[in-house]
Nanobody
Framework: DVQLQASGGGLVQPGGSLRLSCAAS????????MTWARQAPGKGPEWVST????????TYADSVKGRFTISRDNAKNTVYLQMNSLKFEDTAVYYC?????????RGQGTQVTVSS
């Protein structure tokens, strides 16, 4: 079974940084693109970023471009999201998704709260 376990969330002040990790198992990680998505209270899923299977291609939502960086370590079956210059509107549950887009298998996510 596909398992995706996100971690690294927490409470941070505006302008702060967090690094999220998502450990994957149950599939051949290195052959799939991976996606980070988020869901704020009362809203639907929002695509944040996707990285290609080899890590050479990365795409970002306009709302996070220049502030967030996606990366992966195929030897560790892990995808990361470095989040800098966090804003109040970044508050959400962040989760990783197998594949490109938000419709694939996903884990439970990790809460990120940006508050002063």
């Amino acid at each position: 079974d596909v398992q995706l376990q996100a971690s690294g969330g927490g409470l941070v002040q505006p302008g702060g940084s967090l690094r999220l990790s998502c450990a994957a198992s149950g599939f051949t990680f290195s052959t799939y693109p991976m996606t980070w998505a988020r869901q704020a209270p009362g809203k639907g899923p929002e695509w944040v970023s996707t990285i290609s299977s080899g890590g050479g291609s990365k795409t970002y939502a306009d709302s996070v471009k220049g502030r967030f960086t996606i990366s992966r370590d195929n030897a560790k079956n892990t995808v990361y999201l470095q989040m800098n210059s966090l804003k109040f509107e970044d508050t959400a549950v962040y989760y990783c998704v197998k594949g490109a887009g938000v419709a694939g298998s996903r884990g439970q996510g990790t809460q990120v709260t940006v508050s002063s």
